[in-house]
């Protein structure tokens, strides 16, 4: 066994740890029990991720003696709602989980949003434990508590916030990850780098130097000391902000541009590929407006550029993007706040950022 790294993440009602080593799977039971959890407990998963990662999973919470259900729910974006937690009350029901059961993830963010809101609710909250299987999971959706699903009306309009009993990271789970769902966990990886790791940055533009195209370069991309780097990015910040009051704004990094351009695709265009162009648009701002150097700027494209994550937009106006930029179910007011980067591991929030700036951008980001 690889030695295990281990984070605490401090929050308002208590800690809890995450682990991330190669092979940690198998370690999921032992864990459970030494943190004095016992009896029933379910592994939420879908067929696509549990062919590949629950064996050693259920092998591990049955060895440790825990009373398993594994329940698979649709994969897809598409299932991430209230009908499809109500379905998971009823299995929980009928496997007779009581308060002191525990509620297993296994997936990626839409495993794991959905399974921790069924957690948070289900006889008003139950022990629950995220097991992140893709990248974005692992350096983003799996820490802070953020759980909910989607409504006809828009993404994300119903949660709670949950934190987990534990994470249990094992980076061996990319080795099955399609090259798509690695680009768009690798887009929030640069962005946690940027945010606040400029050694984790300087580390991926020398690996990026040797990558090929290939799924088995990204490997080297995605160690357990680099994932280690990416994730204690986040959870800095979301100790800082547990609820989103404030700072924690910053994960939202190239994301304002984003989701304007998810929705104008409606929604046919990759989170990650929005992020990535997301990420070059906010530094490309932040040059104009003098708060970055260029050569800041050009290390975030050239990085993204050498990693074959787009860069470019050419299908809308940027006048399209603006607008869309304001629809926004969740936002408040008649501004629009960018997360703009002051250096690489250094950024900001900036609330008064003029439209004519934000077009002069994107009218660059066209080829
Ligand atoms: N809670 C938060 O803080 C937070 C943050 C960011 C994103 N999210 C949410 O996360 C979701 C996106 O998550 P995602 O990008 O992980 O997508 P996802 O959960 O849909 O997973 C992507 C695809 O990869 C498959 N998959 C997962 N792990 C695999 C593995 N190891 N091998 C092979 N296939 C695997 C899944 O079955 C799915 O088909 C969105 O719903 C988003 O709103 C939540």
Not at 7 to 19: E, Q
Not at 41 to 51: D, L, P, R, S, Y
Not at 120 to 133: K, N
């Amino acid at each position: 066994m690889a030695t295990m790294n281990k984070i605490i993440v401090k929050h308002p009602s208590g800690s809890y740890p995450i682990y991330l080593a190669d092979h940690a799977l198998a370690q999921t039971g032992e864990q459970l029990a030494i943190l004095g959890y016992r009896g029933r407990c379910a592994v939420v998963t879908n067929e696509t991720i549990g062919q590949h990662h629950a064996a050693p999973v259920l092998a591990s919470l049955q060895a440790a003696g825990f009373e398993v259900n594994r329940i698979d729910l649709p994969d897809g974006e598409q299932f991430k709602t209230l009908e499809t937690v109500a379905g998971l009350y009823d299995q929980f029901v009928t496997a007779k989980l009581d308060r002191h059961s525990s509620i297993i993830a296994l997936g990626g963010g839409v495993i794991g949003d959905m399974t921790g809101f069924a957690a948070a609710t289900y006889l008003r909250g139950v022990p629950f434990v995220q097991i992140p299987t893709t990248l974005l999971a692992i350096v983003d959706s799996s820490v802070g508590g953020k759980t909910g699903v989607d409504l006809p009306h828009g993404k994300n309009l119903v949660g709670a916030f949950k934190q987990p009993e534990m994470v249990i990271i094992d980076p061996q789970v990319l080795t099955t990850l399609p090259k798509v769902e690695f680009c768009a966990g690798l887009a929030e990886m640069i962005k946690n780098a940027i945010i606040g790791a400029p050694e984790l940055f300087a580390t991926l533009e020398s690996r990026s130097l040797e990558y090929t195209g290939k799924c088995e370069d990204f490997l080297c991309l995605t160690t357990s000391d680099l994932l280690t780097e990416a994730v204690q990015v986040k959870v800095r910040i979301v100790e800082a902000d547990p609820f989103e009051q404030g700072r924690r704004a910053v994960l939202n990094l190239g994301h304002t541009f984003a989701h304007a351009f998810e929705r104008l695709a409606t929604y046919s265009m990759r989170h990650g590929e929005a992020v990535s162009i997301g990420l070059v648009c906010a530094a490309r701002l932040a040059v104009r407006l003098g708060h970055c150097s260029t050569e800041t700027a050009e290390r975030i494209i050239a990085l993204l550029q050498r990693l074959e994550m787009p860069t470019k937009l050419s299908a809308y106006a940027p006048l399209m993007v603006w607008e869309a930029m304001f629809t926004d179910k969740k936002r408040q007011g008649d501004t629009i706040p960018f997360i703009l980067p002051r250096a690489i591991g250094q950024v900001d929030i900036f609330k008064d950022v003029a439209q004519a700036d934000v077009l002069a951008i994107l009218e660059k980001q066209r080829p």
